[in-house]
């Protein structure tokens, strides 16, 4: 009775076509050949072709003492077909070893099977193609993915895809591994540091102060020589990287997002994008309120008036740093009172 009540609960979706996750331990050729005719056999009953994909990565081997290089299996048996259920299910009778994965969701009566969505077979297919079959997967669980920031990837062979940036400390760039379903993890080439957007960064990562102080200078000196003498292609490179790169970032803490829309803003102040600027001023606005720390909301009022050439916000900011007396390495506390004494002309 079971089974009857698990395939009447598939009927709804017998003929959805989507990618099933299947296993053989069949070699490459003779899978090829067994899914070859029965392509064949559809195609003469005015049916489809079977759509598959069998990932293979070329691997050296030995043969007799000559290296050689043959075709493997990439990752275990896996074999993924996009197809019916009902066609599934059927194909399975004439290939005896091919089984479908079940999900690991269960249920004691619902009956389900793995499934890939178009969208991650599509970029599966994207980074092998790159890879020319010669593509590193993982399993989940494998990489810890909390050091990694969360990025985008704009332009180029990846344009859109989403993962987790992999790379040496100090690096822009490098590759990103990219989740599909829950089934394993890919890794892309390099990509070039102007290809990836930051969404989010890692749990625990230390280099988004870095990274925000080595900008710092290149925005302040930006500003001045818009002020002054005018922007260079300089400037406009290193403010249009930032703004791009930044964009859509996720902040997690209070002095992170206080920073994060400062530099924004003066970046964009740079560049005279004042739709931009207006709309990271408002950023900026709302997160004053929200800074506990002195010093730190002294940094970001001295900046927005640099940025801004606004006085209330120097005046702002100096009711916050009367009373400082300097240490020798106070270098941020420093650099917001030598901000501060700067004549800006109002924009």
């Keep these: ?6 395939y009447l609960l598939h009927v709804k979706d ?5 990618w099933y996750v299947l296993s053989s331990k069949s070699g490459i050729k003779a899978l090829e050949d067994k899914f070859s005719a029965l392509s064949a056999s559809r195609l003469e009953q005015g049916g489809e072709p079977i759509e598959y994909f069998l990932p293979t990565c070329v691997a050296r081997s030995c043969y007799y003492g000559k290296p050689v290089m043959k075709r493997r299996k990439l990752i275990s048996n896996y074999v993924f077909v996009r197809d019916s259920l009902r066609n599934i299910l059927e194909m399975n009778q004439a290939i005896d070893s091919l089984w479908m994965l079940p999900h690991p969701d269960k249920t ?19 980074v092998a193609h790159a890879y020319a079959n010669e593509l590193p997967c993982y399993p989940i669980g494998a990489v810890d993915l909390e050091e990694g920031d969360r990025v985008e990837i704009v332009g180029g062979d990846f344009d859109g895809m989403e993962g ?10 490098g590759k990103v591994l990219i989740s599909i379903g829950d089934l394993f993890l ?3 080439p390099e990509i070039r540091p102007q290809y990836i957007r930051i969404l989010q960064f890692g749990k625990g990562n230390r280099h988004p102060y870095r990274l925000f102080e080595a900008h710092l200078p290149r925005a302040i000196q930006a500003l001045q020589h818009m002020q002054g003498t005018g922007i260079t292609s300089d400037d406009i490179a290193a403010m249009t990287v930032f703004t791009g790169r930044f964009e859509a970032l996720q902040t997690t803490t209070v002095n992170i997002a206080s920073q994060h829309a400062t530099l924004m803003l003066m970046s964009y102040a740079a560049l005279q994008d004042q739709q931009n600027v207006a709309l990271w001023q408002e950023r900026c606005n709302q997160l004053l309120p929200t800074i506990k720390s002195d010093t730190q909301r002294a940094w970001q009022l001295a900046f927005m008036f640099l940025a801004t050439g606004d006085y209330a916000l120097r ?3 100096q009711s916050l740093t009367a009373t400082w007396i300097l240490a020798p390495r106070e270098r941020k506390r420093a650099l917001i009172i030598s901000t501060l004494n700067m004549s800006i002309d109002n924009q």
């Design 1 to 6: 009775m079971s089974r009857i009540v698990i």
């Design 14 to 18: 017998a003929n959805l076509r989507q």
């Design 108 to 126: 004691p009566v619902v009956k389900r099977y793995m499934t890939i969505s178009d969208r991650d077979m599509e970029v599966f297919k994207s």
């Design 164 to 173: 987790t940036l992999q790379c040496r400390q100090g690096r822009n760039g």
């Design 186 to 188: 890919i890794s892309t």
């Design 315 to 317: 005046s702002q900011a």
